[in-house]
């Protein structure tokens, strides 16, 4: 075994011995599903970072910046909004209903059983699509790096999640998913500077992209948009990146995977500060991983599969520890993301679909744990059965919540209108608006213009029934009792120590837009515009430029969104 087998290797055991050891502390459903209820800033916003960025950020993402795209650093990351508004308008909510999963507050909130099944039903559906393509993005890792065949790299990244998720639940999840999320985050700082060293810091970086043989236009804020492209107008390129920004904004706010983690707080303050660290780490990370994939051009601009661009800079460019620490912290991000949709679906299927009413706590907890496992067993088996197709299953899975869950979810808690009616048939509408016409995209029945993509679609279905139906039926005095119960915030939460201090982290959501706009006219507009320049005429920055423009909205929509938290926290936690 060599350095990089050895560390990734080494990371692994770490995980699985300290997820067992934690797993013997679990004394009930609630330690179990939602750690007590008592985990504080760091432990929650770990693992919302840790579950969301996955391979699909450090392969599909990176690839797709190293290919195609380097100027989507300018664009606002719009999903980083979705932890703001998210955490505001259903997280501090879904937390204060004290329920084991997001399903069961659906039940909770509508007094509907099978509002509670069929919003389990989509969770194991979608969770499992995702379960599925991170299981063999690590097995294709392994393989890839180790004398390991691609089956045996399943196996062994299988029992490494099921071991400590299926023995600890979230107890443990929290835990390697915070050692996993600072993991990460050092070694993507450690391989982006080894990068940019390579070829003389960022902005000497810069001016060769600019003017890359074959690669035109990668440093533009659209890319190489034209024919034959991903993309064959900047206009298309940027309804795709409205859509696709407002979708896993969605995505971040309510998903089973996102909105969960949320219940294991220890109190309301922590949603709030937790979603807005998750928010600048999640956009501070992306940065890094997007320019250090871009700039691997200047090393090798041919790199098949693209996807591999990092393992290849691990690889070829890094110094050997540091590139082993990378790949180790790539393992790491699948894993987590892994660990988390593991314990969905088994949370989903004894707590949601078959729940089990009699026994005590300690037969409750088993039920649990073996739901877990035959749900874990099942998806190996899928593994082992289906052809490796990552892309495929991450673009069916990845956002049907957007559209089967984010108008019901949003409006659950904004509409006193809503009806159990209109729930049902919105998350069932939603799901299928969503995932029909993605089937018929993928096996080329249909061919939709960018402006009808299939997330879209589901949650203008999902919301046109929830309006229609909600006309037709009448609220029950229950519904309407839960929701004014959860709205008013309860007592022990106003307080104005912990208010002051949750302000604190909304300006600095504030402070962040202002200093991503600051460093990307800096690093990126300017020298963007030099290296376009004429050596013969003299440089004029010109402020109006549409990359200047992506720059500024950085600081536009997130200072907008630091005054909404500063006025809600004002408003909501204040004595004054």
């Not at 993991?183 to 600019?210: D, P, Q």
Request: charged share 15%; hydrophobic share 50%.
């Amino acid at each position: 075994m060599n350095i990089y087998t050895t560390t990734i290797f080494l990371s692994i055991i770490a995980y699985v011995i300290v997820g067992n050891y934690v797993g013997r502390k679990v004394k009930g459903l609630e330690d179990y599903f939602v750690v007590g209820r008592q985990a504080p800033v760091l432990l929650i916003s770990g693992t919302l970072v840790a579950s969301f960025l996955s391979t699909n950020t450090y392969m599909g993402w990176a690839g797709l910046m190293y290919d195609y795209n380097i100027g989507l650093l300018l664009l606002p990351s719009l999903l980083l909004t979705g932890y703001i508004y998210g955490s505001l308008y259903f997280g501090r909510y879904l937390r204060r209903s004290r329920c084991l999963t997001v399903a069961e507050y659906f039940a909770k909130r509508f007094d509907s059983r099978r509002l509670q099944v069929i919003a389990g039903i989509t969770v194991i559906i979608g969770i499992s699509f995702y379960l599925i393509a991170v299981s063999q993005a690590i097995a294709l890792i392994l393989a890839n790096l180790t004398s390991l065949s691609y089956t045996q790299g399943l196996i062994v990244a299988w029992l490494s999640y099921t071991s400590f998720t299926f023995y600890s639940g979230s107890k443990g999840i929290v835990i390697t998913d915070t050692m996993m999320f600072l993991l990460f985050s050092v070694v993507t700082f450690l391989g982006m500077v080894a990068i940019f060293g390579e070829h003389g810091g960022w902005v000497t970086a810069m001016e060769k992209l600019v003017n890359l043989d074959g690669k035109e236009n990668l440093m533009a804020w659209h890319g190489r948009a034209g024919p034959g492209q991903e993309f064959e107008t900047p206009g298309d390129f940027f309804i795709w990146f409205l859509i696709g920004g407002i979708a896993w904004s969605l995505v971040t706010a309510i998903s089973p995977w996102q909105s969960s983690r949320y219940l294991m707080a220890k109190d309301e303050h922590v949603v709030l500060r937790s979603a807005c660290v998750a928010a600048i780490s999640i956009g501070v990370l992306q940065a890094m991983v997007l320019a250090a994939a871009g700039v691997v051009n200047l090393s090798n601009p041919a790199i098949e599969p693209r996807d591999e661009v990092l393992v290849w800079a691990a690889l070829n460019i890094m110094p050997p520890m540091v590139g082993a620490l990378l790949l180790a912290g790539i393992v790491a991000a699948a894993l987590s993301s892994a660990s988390t949709f593991l314990s969905l679906i088994g949370f989903n299927l004894s707590h949601d679909i078959f729940k089990k009413e009699a026994g005590g706590e300690r037969d409750k907890l088993k039920f649990s744990r073996m739901m877990m496992l035959a749900a874990s067993l099942t998806v190996l088996f899928v593994c082992l059965l289906i052809e490796q197709n990552i892309f495929w299953l991450t673009f069916f899975a990845g956002t049907v919540f957007a559209s089967a869950w984010g108008p019901v979810a949003l409006m659950s808690i904004g509409s006193s209108r809503v009806t159990e009616s209109a729930a049902f048939w919105g998350i069932i509408s939603g799901f299928l608006g969503n995932t029909i016409p993605k089937l018929l995209t993928v096996l080329k029945l249909i061919e939709l213009p960018v402006y009808l993509d299939p997330i879209l679609l589901g949650a203008a279905v999902s919301l046109t029934v929830v309006l229609l139906v909600m006309n037709k039926t009448t609220v029950t005095d229950k519904e309407r009792t839960y929701r004014q119960k959860i709205l008013k915030t309860p007592d022990e939460e106003v307080n104005n120590q912990a208010a002051k201090k949750s302000l604190r982290y909304a300006y600095t959501v504030g402070i962040f837009g202002v200093v991503m706009t600051v460093l990307l006219v800096v690093y990126y507009v300017i020298p963007y515009q030099k290296a376009l320049t004429p050596s013969s005429q003299k440089f004029h920055f010109d402020w109006l430029t549409n990359e200047a423009i992506a720059a500024y909205s950085w600081a536009v929509i997130f200072l907008f969104m630091s005054i909404l938290l500063v006025r809600r926290i004002r408003r909501d936690y204040s004595v004054d």
